[in-house]
């Protein structure tokens, strides 16, 4: 099983700061043959069903906002929001799919 | 446009068994592997397992075999998931997904099953 670990936990942060937060796998989620990394991001709102931000590590969905981006490869990935905006405020859940799925335990994002 | 709707919010006793539905909308589902989500309440997501609607194929995660059952009509576009011999532990909003590729770009609005006597 491929066990996705992200930190921190929690984080406060003010309206225009940046946020990075980590998401980290098992194993590698590098596929060698499509050469890309089979990680997603996720936006969960309270009370709302999770939303995709962003796929194959660094591939923002469309409709989201270019404050949001994803990088790493391999084993380490983030998630980094340029400046945060209120309507940010939510739980962020990375996803693999290399080897089944397995999503992170999540990163809860509140505004100070 | 596209929609995943799930079916309403259940209560059923310990040991029952539970079917909940995702009626899809602008798509075909037999083009898509359908998916289902649980998340338990103030927790996290888990993901229960897949099927692919052209075949009837299913795969789940170890965790949740012999506890749920997926399944897909197609003439109806719907997609099931079976939840049997309930606990407390099952108590959850249950989420169905669209998988395009590696990702879900698509969420039905949840489904909230409470499991008590």
């Known amino acids: 099983d491929i066990v996705m670990s992200q930190s921190p936990s929690s984080l406060a942060v003010s309206a225009g700061e940046k946020v990075t937060m980590s998401c980290k796998s098992s194993q590698s989620l590098l596929n060698s043959r499509t050469r890309k990394n089979y990680l997603a991001w996720y936006q969960q709102k309270p009370g709302q069903s999770p939303k995709l931000l962003i796929y194959w590590a660094s591939t923002r969905e469309s409709g989201v906002p270019d404050r949001f981006t994803g990088s790493g490869s391999g084993t380490d990935f983030t998630l980094t929001i340029s400046s945060v905006q209120a309507e940010d405020l939510a739980v962020y859940y990375c996803?693999?799919?290399?080897?089944?799925?397995?999503f992170g335990a999540g990163t809860k994002l509140e505004l100070k | 446009e596209v929609q995943l709707q799930q079916s309403g919010a259940e209560l059923v006793r310990p040991g029952a068994l539970v079917k909940l539905s995702c009626k899809a909308s602008g798509f075909n589902i037999k083009d898509y592997y359908m998916h289902w989500v649980k998340q338990r309440p103030e927790q996290g997501l888990e993901w229960i397992g897949w099927?692919?609607?052209?075949?009837?194929?299913?795969i789940y995660d170890p965790k949740f075999q012999g506890k749920a059952s997926i399944t897909a009509d197609t003439s109806s576009n719907t997609a099931y998931l079976q939840l049997s011999s309930l606990t407390s532990e099952d108590t959850a909003v249950y989420y169905c997904a669209r998988m395009i590729t590696t990702q879900f770009d698509y969420w039905g609005q949840g489904t909230t099953l409470t499991v008590s006597s």
């Open positions: 099927i692919d609607p052209e075949n009837g194929n299913t």
């Open positions: 996803k693999q799919s290399y080897n089944l799925l397995t």
